[in-house]
C-alpha cells in the first residue's frame, strides 16, 4: 500500500500535468498567430517548372491533352459569347479566378493551358525554394473532379484515374 503522502503527491503532479497541457493548447495559437501569414504561393505556368523537371515536362507537353486545352476552346470559339468562353477558363486553363491565375491569352500566355499546377497547385513559393513540401506532391481526386465534373464525365464517357493525364 502507497502511503497518503505519495498518492497525494501524484494527483498533484497530474493535476499539474493536466494544467500544463491546457496551457500549451491554449497559447500555441497565439505563438502561431505572431507569425507572419504564409506567403500565398501563386501561379507560374508549366514552363517554370521545365528547367528542374525536365522529364515530366517532356512527357507532359507530348502526350497531355491539357497541355493544349486552350486549343479546345479555340475550336468551338466561333459559336460562343464572351460569357459562355469564360466558363470554358475555369477548366481549361490554369488558375482562372484564382490568385496570379489566367486571366487572358494576351496578360497570362504562359498559363492558357490546362498545366502542372492545375493537379499540383500554385507553384510560385516551390519555383523559388525547390522543396517538395511547398508542392502538391500526391494530387487526390477531389483535385481532378473540379474539372472531370460528373457531367463531363458523361459527356466523355470517361473516368479520370489519378495517374492518367500528367506524365
Ligand atoms: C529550381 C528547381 C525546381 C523548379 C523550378 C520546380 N521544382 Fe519541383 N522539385 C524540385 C526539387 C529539388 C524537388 C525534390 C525532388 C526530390 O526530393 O526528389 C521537387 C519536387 C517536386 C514534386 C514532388 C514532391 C515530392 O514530395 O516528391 C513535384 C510534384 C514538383 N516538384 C512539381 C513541380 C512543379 C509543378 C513545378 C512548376 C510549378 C516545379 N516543381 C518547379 C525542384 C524544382
Ligand atoms: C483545371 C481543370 C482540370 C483538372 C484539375 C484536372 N483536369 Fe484532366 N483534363 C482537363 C481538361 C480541360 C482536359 C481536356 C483537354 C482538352 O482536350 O482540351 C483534361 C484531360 C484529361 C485526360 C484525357 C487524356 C489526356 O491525355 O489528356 C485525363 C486522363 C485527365 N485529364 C486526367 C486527370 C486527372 C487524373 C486529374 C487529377 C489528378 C485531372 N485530370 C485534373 C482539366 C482538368
Ligand atoms: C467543368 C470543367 C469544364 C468546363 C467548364 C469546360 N470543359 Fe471542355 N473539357 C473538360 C474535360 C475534363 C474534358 C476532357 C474530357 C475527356 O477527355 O474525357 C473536356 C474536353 C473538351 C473538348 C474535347 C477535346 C477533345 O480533344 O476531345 C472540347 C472541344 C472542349 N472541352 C471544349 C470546351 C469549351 C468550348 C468549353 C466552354 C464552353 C468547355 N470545354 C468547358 C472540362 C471542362
Ligand atoms: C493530371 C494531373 C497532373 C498534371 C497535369 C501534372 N502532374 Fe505531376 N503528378 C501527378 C500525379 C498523380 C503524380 C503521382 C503522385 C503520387 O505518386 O501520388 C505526379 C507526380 C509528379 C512528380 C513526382 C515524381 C513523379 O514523376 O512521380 C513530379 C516531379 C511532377 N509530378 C511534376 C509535374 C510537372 C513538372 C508537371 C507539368 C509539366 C506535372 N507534374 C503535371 C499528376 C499530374
Sequence with gaps: MKSP?????????????????????????????KDPAPALSVYVGSLSCKPCHEKEYASFTAYAKKSNSYRSIERLQKGLNDQDLKKCYSCHTTGYGKPGGFISVE?????????????????????????????????????????????????????????????
Design 107 to 167: 496578360k497570362t500566355p504562359l498559363l492558357k493551358n490546362a498545366g502542372c499546377e492545375v493537379c499540383h497547385g500554385p507553384g510560385s513559393i516551390h519555383v523559388e525554394n525547390a522543396k517538395p513540401a511547398s508542392i502538391i506532391a500526391h494530387p487526390v481526386i477531389q483535385i481532378c473532379a473540379q474539372c472531370h465534373t460528373s457531367e463531363m464525365i458523361q459527356a466523355f464517357k470517361f473516368r479520370p484515374l489519378i495517374h492518367g493525364g500528367g506524365h
Design 5 to 33: 503522502s505519495a498518492v497525494n503527491l501524484h494527483k498533484t503532479i497530474l493535476v499539474l500535468l493536466i494544467i500544463s497541457l491546457f496551457f500549451m493548447v491554449s497559447v500555441l495559437p497565439c505563438h502561431a498567430a
